[in-house]
């Protein structure tokens, strides 16, 4: 992680060389037939594939390895983003395991647009497995584990997500 300005750290930026590695998770882990990928290509991360809502499908997703992200008093994500129109959620992990919340929230892309989206981690929402959880903290920055997109709209069809970076920020 870079350091860009004061209270600001660039967590990826696509158009340099990074070290993680990103899975994609699909609902073919539950009987779906969902596809998509992640590539870099041209200085930007490329998140695409085609939703599909056969055999109670809907969701494709892409996610780091478990990683350390030492972010501090970091108080939000921004992103920027060209999307297709379309509703994805960014997603944060606290547990490297994977068994633990999945901390989601939902944005709405412009098509094919670039923009900056800015991601409040106080509205970050806890979930498992697509369902919405009581009683956990609210999303902390120094304890992430693992970050990723995911596409769940209720809408078949393809989608492609461009990703430039990804920052966070202190306010």
């Known amino acids: 992680m870079n350091t860009n300005s004061p209270g600001e750290a660039v967590l990826f930026d696509f158009a340099q060389t990074t070290n993680a590695t990103w899975q994609v998770v699909n ?72 068994d633990g919340p999945l901390y989601q929230k939902a944005f709405t892309t412009r098509k094919d647009g670039w923009q900056e989206i800015r991601l409040p981690l106080k509205d970050f929402i806890p979930t498992f497995r697509g369902r919405v959880l009581a009683g956990e903290p609210p999303l902390s920055a120094n304890k992430l584990a693992s970050l990723g997109f995911l596409i769940s709209d209720k809408q078949d069809g393809p989608f492609r997500l461009e990703v430039a970076w990804i920052k966070a920020r202190d306010l």
């Open 27 to 98: 609902d073919d882990v539950m009987g779906g037939v969902s596809t998509s990928r992640f590539e870099l290509t041209n200085g930007v991360a490329v998140f695409r594939g085609v939703v599909s809502l056969e055999n109670n499908g809907g969701f494709a997703s892409v996610r780091t390895l478990p990683m350390r992200f030492d972010l501090g008093d970091a108080s939000e994500f921004v992103l920027r983003v060209r999307g297709d129109g379309r509703r994805y959620k960014f997603t944060a992990r606290t547990d490297a395991n994977f």
